[in-house]
């Protein structure tokens, strides 16, 4: 049995986390942040709450120079805002499409002391606007905003131990998942088939949900990775992918296994096997002060070693926590220096052959040492089904 994190945070984990990001705030001249979308809001607050699946109502959080953050909020919201450290907490009767939240925000912003006359927002990768964009441009008019995203990034780049402790979690569920997964698997089923038995046995194990499991299969290799499961039903001498991004308490895994079924041809054989040592290389070079395009170069050194014809993803993995997908990006040009307390994903692939594929994906933290495995590694041979 693994140890559970417990849920949540501490005050002081709250704490350290605004009063960083008002230091960062004084850096980049701004006199507040203003957040909308559902990672930045917990991150300041607490609030975590399925109900960012309705997209009617906006709800918003502001960060001041100086003390604890500000929520503005509909109304439906509030005793779950009340049970978070925020005390200042603006409520309106949402959804009210003339003025939905718009009067409270302005209200807000008149009391903050314009020391730069300038609020930050995020505006870059994995960033979004969650509120209706005709409001935005109202604030617009009304306010100079500048982007926030590298200093959010900053941010949550350094995961806390507790942050890494549910991560470590879910990714140990999905090992005992992916480990257990040849009992079940059966060829002359679907893709969908398969892996909704996983998704069923991810959940009873502990998971909090698996909002992504992806999966694709074909004779000797697969050709998408982003589309599945499907209805195709495989067949002896398939090769199966599963991609899964399950939660606890709000924190991602995001791993892969691959499966044969029937034994896998010599060509898929040898794939594997490079691509294994692709992911060998990029933890090897995995340490502080490497950076995410050293971590490239180390994988595609052995990926072309092996004849890849390519790899059309665009990155071999990406920063990991409160969503499945987190930048830095591991690419050629990134650049970004590793610092103890980072979660990422490595993830080498390679094409084959035309309309062939095989990709690995393991989940590690940086630490003062150099790595450590979050997920359990993959076996250094791919299981064979039946």
Same mark, same amino acid.
């Given at each position: 049995?693994?140890?559970?994190?417990?849920?949540?945070?501490?005050?002081?984990?709250?704490?350290?986390?605004?009063?960083?990001?008002?230091?960062?705030?004084?850096?980049?001249?701004?006199?507040?942040?203003?957040?909308?979308?559902?990672?930045?809001?917990?991150?300041?607050?607490?609030?975590?709450?399925?109900?960012?699946?309705?997209?009617?109502?906006?709800?918003?959080?502001?960060?001041?120079?100086?003390?604890?953050?500000?929520?503005?909020?509909?109304?439906?919201?509030?005793?779950?805002?009340?049970?978070?450290?925020?005390?200042?907490?603006?409520?309106?009767?949402?959804?009210?499409?003339?003025?939905?939240?718009?009067?409270?925000?302005?209200?807000?912003?008149?009391?903050?002391?314009?020391?730069?006359?300038?609020?930050?927002?995020?505006?870059?990768?994995?960033?979004?606007?969650?509120?209706?964009?005709?409001?935005?441009?109202?604030?617009?008019?009304?306010?100079?905003?500048?982007?926030?995203?590298?200093?959010?990034? &900053?941010?949550?780049?350094?995961?806390?131990?507790?942050?890494?402790?549910?991560?470590?979690?879910?990714?140990?569920?999905?090992?005992?998942?992916?480990?257990?997964?040849?009992?079940?698997?059966?060829?002359?089923? &679907?893709?969908?088939?398969?892996?909704?038995?996983?998704?069923?046995?991810?959940?009873?194990?502990?998971?909090?949900?698996?909002?992504?499991?992806?999966?694709?299969?074909?004779?000797?290799?697969?050709?998408?990775?982003?589309?599945?499961?499907?209805?195709?039903?495989?067949?002896?001498?398939?090769?199966?992918?599963?991609? &899964?991004?399950?939660?606890?308490?709000?924190?991602?895994?995001?791993?892969?296994?691959?499966?044969?079924?029937?034994?896998?041809?010599?060509?898929?054989?040898?794939?594997?096997?490079?691509?294994?040592?692709? &992911?060998?290389?990029?933890?090897?070079?995995?340490?502080?002060?490497?950076?995410?395009?050293?971590?490239?170069?180390?994988?595609?050194?052995?990926?072309?070693?092996?004849?890849?014809?390519?790899?059309?993803?665009?990155?071999?993995?990406?920063?990991?926590?409160?969503?499945?997908?987190?930048?830095?990006?591991?690419?050629?040009?990134?650049?970004?220096?590793?610092?103890?307390?980072?979660?990422?994903?490595?993830?080498?692939?390679?094409?084959?052959?035309?309309?062939?594929?095989?990709?690995?994906?393991?989940?590690?933290?940086?630490?003062?040492?150099?790595?450590?495995?979050?997920?359990?590694?993959?076996?250094?041979?791919?299981?064979?089904?039946?």
């Amino acid at each position: 049995m693994h140890e559970v994190p417990p849920r949540g945070f501490t005050l002081r984990e709250f704490e350290q986390r605004t009063a960083r990001a008002q230091r960062l705030m004084a850096d980049l001249r701004v006199d507040a942040l203003f957040l909308s979308t559902e990672p930045e809001v917990r991150y300041f607050s607490g609030f975590h709450s399925q109900f960012w699946e309705s997209p009617t109502r906006p709800w918003f959080l502001v960060v001041p120079p100086e003390g604890s953050p500000i929520a503005v909020i509909p109304e439906i919201g509030i005793a779950g805002m009340q049970a978070t450290w925020v005390d200042d907490i603006r409520t309106w009767p949402a959804p009210q499409p003339d003025d939905d939240g718009m009067t409270l925000l302005s209200q807000l912003f008149a009391e903050i002391p314009k020391r730069h006359g300038r609020i930050g927002t995020p505006m870059g990768h994995e960033s979004h606007l969650r509120m209706p964009m005709a409001d935005f441009l109202k604030l617009q008019n009304a306010h100079e905003f500048v982007d926030a995203a590298p200093l959010i990034r &900053t941010l949550r780049d350094i995961k806390s131990a507790e942050e890494i402790a549910k991560i470590h979690y879910i990714c140990q569920l999905a090992s005992d998942t992916f480990e257990a997964l040849p009992e079940s698997l059966k060829a002359g089923e &679907t893709e969908r088939q398969n892996c909704r038995r996983m998704t069923v046995d991810l959940l009873q194990r502990g998971a909090d949900s698996v909002p992504y499991l992806i999966a694709g299969s074909g004779p000797g290799g697969y050709e998408s990775i982003i589309m599945g499961p499907t209805e195709r039903v495989i067949e002896t001498g398939d090769i199966l992918i599963i991609d &899964t991004g399950a939660t606890y308490d709000g924190y991602f895994c995001d791993f892969d296994r691959n499966y044969a079924f029937g034994g896998p041809c010599n060509a898929a054989k040898r794939a594997y096997d490079i691509v294994y040592q692709a &992911t060998d290389a990029g933890f090897q070079a995995a340490r502080p002060g490497a950076t995410t395009t050293d971590l490239w170069a180390a994988m595609a050194a052995v990926l072309q070693a092996g004849g890849s014809m390519g790899n059309d993803v665009g990155r071999m993995g990406h920063f990991l926590g409160m969503q499945l997908t987190e930048g830095p990006s591991i690419t050629p040009v990134d650049k970004t220096t590793l610092e103890a307390g980072m979660v990422l994903t490595l993830e080498p692939g390679m094409t084959m052959a035309t309309g062939k594929q095989m990709v690995h994906e393991e989940n590690i933290v940086i630490t003062n040492d150099g790595a450590q495995y979050l997920s359990r590694r993959a076996p250094g041979e791919m299981p064979v089904i039946g």
